[in-house]
């Protein structure tokens, strides 16, 4: 009797690539001519995982944000991990946009994964541990057309597999 097989999947992202993608954009933002002589903040907050930013104009914050979310994306974070929370004044007219990192599947989420897995007829068991979903099975195949089927439906959550066993 073969062994069974295994993996998770979680939203999770590294923060110190956030961090390192941070520190990118901030360069080009400082080097960005089209900025002089207005508010062009981005802040990260590593400890409470949210990202700050503030413009003077709506298309100043819009670029802005580009510049972050292409340097994330360069960095191998996914999008997705950002989550609009605000978007209010700022002083002297600007602009200023919260966003949170997302960790972690939402139980709604999971559910949905799961009952995919289940309506599909996976030879595979799914179920949800805290925030990520186990899903075991006796082939590798199996457990790969649930990753692809995983990646089809769209979550809007940085979606990835660990402990592939």
Known sequence: MPADHSFDIVAKVDLTEIDNAHQQAL?????????????AELEWNKGEKKVIATGSEKYVLD?????????????????????LKTEEPAQKGGIRATF????????????????????????????????????????????????????????DLPISFQNYK
């Open 27 to 39: 360069k080009e933002i400082g080097n960005r001519w089209d900025f002089k002589g207005k508010t």
């Open 63 to 83: 670029a802005m944000l580009d510049i972050f979310k292409t340097r994330l994306a360069k960095r191998g974070v996914s999008v997705k991990a950002l989550e």
């Open 100 to 155: 949170e990192i997302r960790q972690g599947i939402p139980s709604e989420k999971a559910k949905i994964i799961t009952k995919m897995v289940k309506e599909r007829k996976f030879k595979v068991q799914a179920s949800i541990q805290g925030d990520e979903v186990r899903v075991s099975g006796k082939q590798l195949d199996d457990l790969q057309a649930v990753q692809q089927a995983v990646r089809e439906l769209d979550l």
